[in-house]
Nanobody, 116 residues
Framework: QVQLVESGGGLVQPGGSLRLSCAAS????????MSWYRQAPGKERELVAG????????TYSDSVKGRFTISRDNNKNTVYLQMNSLEPEDTAVYYC?????????WGQGTQVTISS
């Protein structure tokens, strides 16, 4: 059974940093592409960042490029999202995502709020 459990969200001031974690189980983590998405109130869920199985290639949305870094530790079955220079527009629920056998899997999400 695929499980994705996010953690690390919270309330931070603009300009601050957070590191999100997603602990994965129930599938071959080291063989799977992993992604982070986010959904702000009243908006559609959007892709934030993705990372290949070995971690050799990463992609980012234009809105976070240069501020966020996705990484993974295949020994710990965990994918991370380091978020720096946070802005109020980054406020959202952040979700971990992967695909297996043609269907997407999501974690429960972790709330990130940027406010002074």
């Amino acid at each position: 059974q695929v499980q994705l459990v996010e953690s690390g969200g919270g309330l931070v001031q603009p300009g601050g940093s957070l590191r999100l974690s997603c602990a994965a189980s129930g599938f071959g983590f080291s063989s799977n592409y992993m992604s982070w998405y986010r959904q702000a109130p009243g908006k559609e869920r959007e892709l934030v960042a993705g990372i290949t199985d070995t971690g050799g290639t990463t992609t980012y949305s234009d809105s976070v490029k240069g501020r966020f870094t996705i990484s993974r530790d295949n020994n710990k079955n965990t994918v991370y999202l380091q978020m720096n220079s946070l802005e109020p527009e980054d406020t959202a629920v952040y979700y971990c995502n992967t695909w297996r056998r043609g269907r997407p899997y999501w974690g429960q999400g972790t709330q990130v709020t940027i406010s002074s």
